[in-house]
């Protein structure tokens, strides 16, 4: 990321720099870049949900969702989402609004109840850690944090996490339980796993014997492109190599339909269903059952999914070519910067030279550019080379994201002359 | 409860009892009393909420309910909430759908973190006890039992829990963390605690200091007469004894509005409520903020829901009256049975001669009569006297509760004449 450039170069660049700054914070912004959070407009496409289920209230085998009971979830909804997150019906539960809840619900439920294949109850064991692929998602950080679960960062590549460091660090040490996969799309790098690197979390032998991968196929179908990434089966993969039990795969319509008050989904082997299911039917006498159906009526099928999704893609593209535009236009050729084109997601992920993130971060925000904190993406806030930055550009409004792109852009400037010139 | 009676009268007894049951079973009944579910009559009352809020998705303050964030809950819906659990706004919070889930919630933080006033995380602790008033309800001793809290069984009297036992043992033992409480029309025996009971529970010394009541106030505006029954007000009463941090306020609106689709709420002391949006901040982005307007909407304020449960109440109050004019018809004078006229709730409780609930459960199950397995009622299904019975009269049409009511009456003849004839 470095080019050769003279002094007097430099010292053009940097004053430019700081001029394009000056003017940056004298034009007064408050742009928010800092949450994957649809756009008032996403919402829009599932407008129909608000007054639906309308006057039915009738599941498809005559259930009254309005009442008690059905912890599995409805039939005809994880019918559609089988298809969407690779996992047959019977062994798929609809829950309630997030996946999140579903994590930190299953990483509770490991902690005080015996998982299958595990010896005791995690809370009783001296150590254990997860593998945090990174960079990541602050939020499987968080819960790692809250439970004082040890993290490991494992580096990310274009086909998923290093899959040597993870099989030499799950294979040599029986405390490293569970591992942290955002598999189609990643969070924030945009990467999607390779067949080959799912065939491998499957089949590598693992120290401790209730080892879990928690797959948090979060954008299965947020496609951006016209050619939607298939990822493997990694349930049908863990079955196959003997371990039936290793896969959690969690998804959620919060990108989908309405954020926060969509249906998540937990599919695993059946011992881990009825495993899930027993400690759930303490805490719950079942999800809601109407938000359930309203989603039955809007999505219909998973074609209707897919349909879905073409009008949020319709709606997310333009701005993430505007921030690929915007980054190339103003960076490009810089050598103090290289960012991803995700093929779907939410993210973009800016890379800055060593040691710059944070202070990027910090100017932008005194530029009134909201970012999400440098550090975010890796275990305990703690980037270590201190130069990953991620971009959410969904929520804004086209001309709102170019304003904000293009001022990141001039911090990154600023911030990279300014340590170049030092 | 016992008479006395000839030889021949008992014989006689015994022998019509046994034609009774006879012909009881010969009728092929299918009736089900087994749980607290509203009735489909009662549900329809909140028929409106099913398209609701149509095409609305903005709150008071403008927010955008379809969207992330708000973990609080919508200001408008603890408002009205805060009047009906006698919680102030600030220190009330609005969730998903159900209290249980809160109730499990708040045993897993303070499991897992420490909740405030506490030396340790409970989980590092040898031994948590719960004290269980009973009769109770059991998912709360499924609660316990989940976790690995032992639960210590204190006698309800007709003002709460003997309060005599529970200032003892809450005095002498520092495991002792809680107390499970329903204050109004209480599961299953419909006592409502007195404003004495409230003020010792509010003001008793407690060995640990991290003790909490946990108040599950499920039935607050429940009532089933023209003089609804008012209880004291525990928060404010902890605060004003010095023991801000005792108590945890639990409420929802499943038997108000839907059932499984309605929203929970939790109410205590500032330092509470920040300990639990802390813990929650980490499980989940926020809770169904469309279904909380949905709710606003519809019930608009606490005379809305005051008017709302009149017409549950209406639809209630006759299936109770049945159940009392039946069994005062059935076993009035037989000396075999004594049951509640709860001014409220859910249930009536019957009891029968020592050693006979569950042989009653068991024969009535036989003539296709399904009750609350008896020992629910008590901590690990214990009933030492094997002598409570809990009936749930409001799910079955009213024709329906009668038969199965006379069914019991009729079961519980047989099985306390032949207890007398041994």
Same mark, same amino acid.
């Given at each position: ?17 700081? =001029? ?10 408050? *742009?928010?870049? +800092? ?11 599932? &407008? ?13 085998? &005559?259930?009254?969702?309005?009442? !008690? ?16 997150? =690779?996992?047959?019906?019977?062994? *798929? @539960? ?5 996946? *999140?809840? @579903? ?32 960079? $990541? ?50 969070? %924030? ?44 089966? /990694? ?15 969690? &998804? ?14 937990? $599919? ?23 938000? =359930?159906?309203?989603?039955? @009526? ?35 050729? +810089?050598? /103090? ?7 779907? $997601?939410?993210?973009?992920?800016? #890379?800055?030279?060593? $040691? ?22 890796? %275990? ?14 969904? !929520? ?6 170019? #304003?904000?792109?293009?001022? *990141? ?9 300014? #340590?170049?010139?030092?």
């Amino acid at each position: 990321m470095t080019t050769e450039l003279s002094p007097d170069a430099l010292s053009g660049l940097l004053d430019r720099a700081r =001029q394009d700054y000056e003017a940056l914070v004298g034009r007064g912004l408050s *742009l928010d870049l +800092t949450r994957g959070k649809p756009a008032p407009e996403q919402l829009d496409l599932s &407008g129909e949900l608000l007054a639906l289920p309308g006057t039915r209230f009738s599941a498809a085998d &005559g259930t009254d969702v309005r009442n !008690y009971g059905g912890l599995h979830g409805l039939p005809e909804l994880r019918e559609i989402f089988a298809e969407v997150l =690779q996992v047959p019906v019977a062994q *798929l @539960l609809a829950a309630g609004n997030s996946s *999140l809840e @579903l994590m930190h619900d299953c990483l509770v439920h490991a902690l005080l109840s015996v998982v299958p294949g595990a010896e005791s109850r995690w809370v009783e064991q001296e150590r254990i850690a997860f593998l945090c692929p990174v960079p $990541g998602y602050d939020r499987h950080f968080a819960l790692c944090e809250r439970f004082g679960i040890d993290m490991i960062p494992v580096p990310m590549t274009p086909e998923g996490p290093d899959m040597d460091a993870v099989e030499r660090l799950v294979a040599e040490d029986p405390s490293v339980k569970g591992i942290w996969c955002v598999p189609k799309y990643s969070n %924030p790098d945009g990467v999607s796993y390779s067949d080959a690197t799912v065939a491998r979390l499957a089949a590598m032998p693992t120290a401790a014997p209730d080892f879990r991968i928690f797959w948090d196929n979060a954008y299965a179908v947020h496609h951006l492109t016209d050619e939607p990434v298939e990822i493997a089966d /990694l349930l049908g993969a863990c079955a196959d190599a003997g371990h039936p039990d290793r896969a959690f795969v969690f &998804g959620s319509t919060s990108k989908i339909t309405a954020a926060g008050a969509g249906v998540a989904f937990f $599919g695993s082997s059946p011992a881990n269903v009825t495993w899930l299911l027993a400690n759930n039917a303490k805490r719950s006498i079942g999800p809601d059952k109407i938000n =359930q159906l309203r989603h039955v @009526l809007f999505l219909k099928d998973a074609d209707g999914v897919r349909a879905h999704m073409e009008g949020q893609r319709a709606l997310l593209q333009p701005k993430f070519e505007a921030v690929a535009r915007i980054l190339d236009a103003e960076l490009g050729g +810089t050598g /103090l910067a290289t960012w991803t084109s995700p093929r779907g $997601g939410y993210f973009v992920t800016l #890379q800055v030279p060593d $040691g710059c993130a944070k202070e990027v971060v910090r100017r932008a925000a005194e530029a009134g550019i909201v970012l999400t904190p440098a550090g975010a993406t890796h %275990p305990y806030g703690d980037d270590p080379r201190d130069a990953v930055i991620r971009i959410a550009p969904s !929520y804004p409004g086209l001309a709102e994201l170019e #304003q904000a792109i293009e001022g *990141l852009a001039v911090c990154v400037r600023l911030v990279g002359y300014e #340590q170049r010139a030092r």
